[in-house]
């Protein structure tokens, strides 16, 4: 994350990401605020050695134009999650976009990522993989649980 330009505290100008956001017709909530004053802008880019023993990336992003486009299309998991959701970020070269929902939780179109984004960088980067809880099990009022399964490169 440091490499991709994020620090302790960072709070970056949003008011290009809340005009857009307004002019797309969402309400922007405080948790989506604070997610872009601490995560807006950054592109992350994870190298890994493949399973073929070849070196291959992944790339996130919370970018500006990245999430203008989703905008544009009204991405959202408000119906499947019961409260509004905004989209905030793109992982894996855009295979997912996530949303963050007024109480703070992340959710991609399989269901709920993450509780918190600690649990979503974490699960991404960190030592834990994190799985998802499905939509079907969200809805029954599941609990999310971090998965056991460890990163193998992780330091």
């Known amino acids: 994350m440091e490499r ?3 620090f302790k ?13 307004e002019s797309a ?17 950054l592109i992350i880019v994870a190298k890994y050695i493949d399973p073929l023993g070849e070196e291959d990336y992944e790339e996130d992003s919370t970018c500006f134009e990245d999430i203008n486009y989703y905008c544009k299309y009204n991405t959202n998991y408000d119906e499947e999650v019961g409260e509004r959701t905004i989209p905030v970020c793109k992982l894996y070269r855009g295979e997912y976009i996530v949303c963050i929902s007024e109480s703070g939780k992340l959710f991609i179109s399989e269901g709920m990522r993450a509780k918190d984004t600690y649990n979503l960088w974490n699960g991404l980067w ?11 099990d969200y809805k029954a009022g599941k609990e999310f649980q971090r998965s056991q399964y460890k990163n193998k490169n992780y330091f």
């Open 4 to 6: 991709a330009g994020w």
């Open 9 to 21: 505290n960072r709070k970056i100008d949003i008011t290009n990401y809340v005009k857009m956001l």
């Open 25 to 41: 017709g969402y309400e922007v909530f405080d948790a989506a605020k604070k997610f872009m004053e601490e995560y807006g802008e």
């Open 126 to 136: 960190g030592e834990y993989k994190c799985g998802f809880l499905k939509w079907i």
